[in-house]
T-cell receptor, first 114, second 113 residues
Framework: KAGVTQTPRYLIKTRGQQVTLSCSPI?????VSWYQQTPGQGLQFLFE???????NKGNFPGRFSGRQFSNSRSEMNVSTLELGDSALYLC?????????????FGPGTRLTVL | SQQGEEDPQALSIQEGENATMNCSYKTSINNLQWYRQNSGRGLVHLIL?????REKHSGRLRVTLDTSKKSSSLLITASRAADTASYFC?????????????FGTGTRLKVLA
């Protein structure tokens, strides 16, 4: 089975812009979770989508949003970028709901905000 | 605050030695997973241990879980230079229908050749 894929792998944006990141889960997986990883805050949960519905959300501002399509692919959007949004964004897929099953991670998208 | 706190934060050992990392958490869990991350890349799943299990093995890895102490340990035996990475524990919980994983702060392991 192909693993979790994320595109793009690297992205450079400027403050105020918006960005969309994409995640394709492992075939058959219905849950996609997104995480932000920074040196200062570590790995922080953003949100989880399961069967096209957001099931859980972390403590991030409304500038961070996402969606999931019928084929389980997911996108994450960040609007009005801030310098502090520079991070590695990781998505993870699992067969069952997050917290109950093994999560498999993609390689991440490295976002740099200038 | 983080659910999982790994200890130590950093560990440096010689090739061939064993490495032990610990994870403590605060609330009840369904399961606990250990992941490895190489230098800012994606996380690689190592082992999942459920709350009703006490020990699991996978190759050179041994994970224990003590739910009474809310702690877990990861033992890597006969370490190799390729084991150099950051290791994270993640606790999976189901609270009132809200499922989530919370990651610890990680242990940076350096294996010297």
């Amino acid at each position: 089975k192909a693993g979790v894929t994320q595109t793009p792998r690297y992205l450079i944006k400027t403050r105020g812009q918006q960005v969309t990141l994409s995640c394709s889960p492992i075939s058959g997986h219905r849950s996609v979770s997104w995480y932000q990883q920074t040196p200062g805050q570590g790995l922080q949960f953003l949100f989880e989508y399961f069967s096209e519905t957001q099931r859980n959300k972390g403590n991030f501002p409304g500038r961070f949003s996402g969606r999931q399509f019928s084929n389980s692919r997911s996108e994450m959007n960040v609007s009005t970028l801030e310098l502090g949004d520079s991070a590695l964004y990781l998505c993870a897929s699992s067969h069952a709901r997050g917290g109950t099953d093994t999560q498999y991670f993609g390689p991440g998208t490295r976002l740099t905000v200038l | 605050s983080q659910q999982g706190e790994e200890d130590p934060q950093a560990l440096s050992i010689q090739e061939g030695e064993n490495a032990t990392m610990n994870c403590s958490y605060k609330t009840s869990i369904n399961n606990l997973q250990w992941y490895r991350q190489n230098s800012g890349r994606g996380l690689v799943h190592l082992i999942l241990i459920r709350s009703n299990e006490r020990e699991k093995h996978s190759g050179r890895l041994r994970v224990t879980l003590d739910t009474s102490k809310k702690s877990s340990s990861l033992l890597i035996t006969a370490s190799r230079a390729a084991d150099t990475a950051s290791y994270f524990c993640a606790t999976g919980s189901d609270t009132s229908g809200t499922y989530k994983y919370i990651f610890g702060t990680g242990t940076r392991l350096k294996v010297l050749a």
